[in-house]
């Protein structure tokens, strides 16, 4: 098999809408550079007839390859199948839904040629809600204030990597993955340009306000342990100002004799003190979760079918199977 320079790695659920027009727009882009190139698809277990489609255009151009989840394993887990079946120098990954514009590959080729291992298309924030973009914008200060590593507002998943970056990045063998760390944790050079956000063409977007908001815990309690230091320093003030309060209630006492009345305080101090013990051990309990998840070193995803080309690379597999028993 001749060596491909490009690959493109598209993580799709439920998608059947937007799937053959994306392909259309996506191979238009592609050919137009100039570079060979594969199309990685993955399909995440999807439920309409994304699956179907995926088959058909993989059978139609042997340019086409994809892998089909048993079922929906979330975009972090499709992104590493997508790593991993892609053979070519550079991958770009991108979204299916046309929401990530073709033509910017070609931007993304030229500024690696000029040295930079991940090339980042970073999105503004055109035609989205007030109300959400005002939320991000204060999860992002949040996350920069707290987290070890970088991540920029807007700055997705859709991007370039050289060889050298996607091995790195499979080198990382965390099953709990919040890539937009995980990107900046690698390191490498790195080059970003913003381009106008283009609302979803067709179908739905699957961040709803919960699944974004667990997805913004996740990547706040996946990069640090800085949440833990902070209930160490509320418990350790808190310890103080009692031991202070007790100290204060023993003198007056010895001086003033013993008053009765105090019920307000004596409940505000055991209910204050009982949501601080129960914040804490929720983010206790959150780690220790995290740690049974990875301990139990279960593989990222199950596989279904994929097309023949793929099921020649069996050693990521085979790595899996060792893995998970
Ligand atoms: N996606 C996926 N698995 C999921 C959810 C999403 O592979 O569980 C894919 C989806 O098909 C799309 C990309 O991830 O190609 C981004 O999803 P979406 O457009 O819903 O996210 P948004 O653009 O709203 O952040
Ligand atoms: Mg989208």
Request: proline residues 3%; charged residues 20%.
């Amino acid at each position: 098999m001749t060596r491909v320079h490009t690959s493109v790695v598209v993580p799709c659920f439920n998608e059947s809408e937007v799937i053959e027009e994306f392909h259309r727009a996506l191979v238009v882009a592609l050919e137009s550079t100039g570079t060979t190139f594969e199309i990685c698809y993955v399909d995440d277990g999807s439920d309409d007839r994304t699956r179907v489609h995926l088959k058909g255009l993989a059978a139609a151009d042997a340019r086409v390859r994809y892998t089909s989840f048993s079922r929906n394993f979330g975009k972090e887990a499709a992104m590493v199948a997508g790593l991993r079946m892609a053979q070519g120098d550079v991958v770009v990954l991108m979204d299916a839904d046309l929401q990530h514009p073709p033509e910017l590959i070609a931007r993304m080729l030229e500024l690696h040629r000029h040295g930079y291992d991940q090339v980042v298309a970073q999105r503004d924030r055109t035609g989205e809600g007030a109300v959400r973009t005002a939320l991000s914008q204060a999860y992002y200060r949040l996350v920069r204030r707290f987290m070890e590593v970088e991540i920029v507002d807007g700055a997705g998943d859709f991007r370039l990597l050289s060889r050298r970056a996607v091995g790195a990045i499979l080198s990382l063998p965390e099953s709990n993955r919040f890539s937009k760390g995980l990107f900046s944790w690698i390191g490498f050079d790195t080059v970003s340009f913003t381009y106008t956000n283009v609302r979803r063409p067709a179908g739905r977007s699957k961040w709803g306000g919960r699944r974004l908001l667990n997805y913004g815990i996740d990547g706040l309690l996946s990069f640090n342990s800085r949440p833990l230091r902070l209930a160490i320093h509320t418990g350790l003030w808190l310890l103080l100002s009692a031991l202070a309060y007790a100290a204060w209630i023993v003198g007056s006492s010895l001086v003033n004799g013993i008053e009765t009345p105090g019920y307000a305080t004596l409940i505000t101090a055991i209910v204050g003190l009982g949501g601080i013990q129960l914040v804490t051990l929720g983010v206790i309990g959150e780690y220790v979760g995290r740690i049974y998840h990875e301990a139990k070193r279960r593989p990222h995803y199950v596989i279904r079918e994929t097309d023949g080309t793929t099921a020649a690379r069996p050693e990521a597999s085979v790595r899996e199977a060792a893995a998970s028993k």
